[in-house]
T-cell receptor
Framework: AQSVTQLGSHVSVSEGALVLLRCNYS??????LFWYVQYPNQGLQLLLK??????LVKGINGFEAEFKKSETSFHLTKPSAHMSDAAEYFC????????????FGSGTRLSIRP | EAGVVQSPRYKIIEKKQPVAFWCNPI?????LYWYRQNLGQGPELLIR????????DSQLPKDRFSAERLKGVDSTLKIQPAELGDSAVYLC???????????????FGPGTRLTVL
């Protein structure tokens, strides 16, 4: 079964610093991969998705992620953190060949220090 | 365009009581999902509908949970009777496609936070 592992339940960076949120996946076939963001008391919003096209995917709010098959990783980065980036981030995977569902990771809470 | 609408936003009930959540997906979206999100965890799928058909309900605890999507639009998720462990946020999502195209993007509602005392 597919799964995703998010390393670090909580990441704290200074405003203006690099943001790096880690995600590793397990899948028997090339997956679709997603990053979602959840602000307090809100639903999840799609940041970006990988669907077997370009390995470097650019999303909203300046975020991007790189699909690395050799490392089974899909880490999320942003060059310069902003206070408004403070939120919960979820990595997710789906193997559409099984026509099943999206599997979400347990999430990483990003805090931004002034 | 309106997003996914859920009501109520918050619900507090005593154990053994029934509770229902309502979801109105984005207009024209064929696929609808109900997720449960426990504190500090990612969402877990309970049931997925394609139009009015429940195509994946393998994770729905059928002894106490039920769901319906009449006419392939709005959906209701019910718990009867509720247990302490049901305290969570219940999220509804919709997507425009069906089958593999459904996974291109899911649009989430704000959720219903259920507290069972």
């Amino acid at each position: 079964a597919q799964s995703v592992t998010q390393l670090g339940s909580h990441v704290s960076v200074s405003e203006g610093a690099l943001v790096l949120l880690r995600c590793n996946y397990s899948s028997s076939v090339p997956p679709y991969l997603f990053w979602y963001v959840q602000y307090p008391n809100q639903g999840l919003q799609l940041l970006l998705k990988y669907t077997s096209a370009a390995t470097l995917v650019k999303g909203i709010n300046g975020f991007e992620a790189e699909f690395k098959k050799s490392e089974t990783s899909f880490h999320l980065t942003k060059p310069s953190a902003h206070m408004s980036d403070a939120a919960e981030y979820f990595c997710a995977v789906t193997d559409y060949s099984s026509a099943s569902k999206i599997i979400f990771g347990s999430g990483t809470r990003l805090s931004i220090r002034p | 365009e309106a997003g996914v609408v859920q009501s109520p936003r918050y619900k507090i009930i005593e154990k053994k009581q029934p509770v229902a959540f309502w979801c109105n997906p984005i207009s024209g979206h064929n696929t609808l999902y109900w997720y449960r999100q426990n504190l500090g965890q990612g969402p877990e799928l309970l049931i997925r509908y394609e139009n009015e058909e429940a195509v994946d309900d393998s994770q729905l605890p059928k002894d106490r949970f039920s769901a319906e999507r009449l006419k392939g639009v709005d959906s209701t998720l019910k718990i009867q009777p509720a247990e302490l462990g049901d305290s969570a946020v219940y999220l509804c999502a919709s997507s425009p496609g069906i089958g593999e195209r459904a996974y291109n993007e899911q649009f989430f509602g704000p959720g219903t936070r259920l507290t069972v005392l």
